[in-house]
Every structure is written in C-alpha cells, then in structure tokens.
C-alpha cells in the first residue's frame, strides 16, 4: 500500500464523515421542527 491508496482511503472516508455529519444536523433541524409544531399546537 503506497501513500497514494492511503491518501485515496482518507478522501472516500472523509467524504463519508460529511454524508454522516449532513444527515445527523438534517435529523436535527427536522426534530426541532416537530417539537417547535407540537408546542405551537398545544397553546
């Protein structure tokens, strides 16, 4: 395994850290956005 494989595997494993980051904070918003719902029906 030369540096270029290693350097290949860090691109393709960042790359799956953003996907992962992207959908974490989008289930986060969506989350908020059905609490904030949900107390604004209750009043």
Do not use: F, K, P
């Amino acid at each position: 395994m030369n540096l270029t494989d290693l350097a290949n595997i860090g691109q393709v494993t960042g790359a799956i850290a953003v996907v992962i980051s992207l959908i974490y904070v989008a289930l986060q918003i969506l989350g908020e956005e059905i609490l904030a719902r949900e107390s604004h029906e209750a009043r």
